[in-house]
C-alpha cells in the first residue's frame, strides 16, 4: 500500500460439488476466510437442481444456505 491506498483486486473462481443425492445437501460453509483473512466479500451465485441464487458472503457471513 502506497500511501494509505487501498488495493483492489478481483478473482474469479468456479466449482462444482457432485454428490449422489443433492437433495440432502442443504448448505456450504466458506472457509477461505481462514485462509486468506484480507478478503472482505465473495459474491455468490449458486445453482442446485431448478433453483438458483445470488448472495455476498462475508467472514461474519459464511454460509449459503440453499432454499
Known amino acids: 500500500h502506497k500511501n494509505g491506498e487501498e ?3 478481483d478473482i ?3 466449482y ?6 443433492g ?3 442443504i448448505s456450504i ?11 472482505e466479500k465473495l459474491k455468490t451465485d449458486w445453482i442446485k437442481g431448478n433453483k438458483q ?3 455476498e458472503l462475508s467472514s461474519d457471513s459464511r454460509t449459503v444456505i440453499f432454499r
Open 7 to 9: 488495493i483492489h483486486s
Open 29 to 39: 460453509s466458506m472457509i477461505l476466510f481462514n485462509h486468506f483473512p484480507a478478503i
Open 16 to 21: 462444482k460439488f457432485s454428490c449422489d443425492d
Open 23 to 25: 437433495s440432502k445437501l
Open 12 to 14: 474469479e473462481v468456479n
Open 53 to 55: 441464487g445470488s448472495l
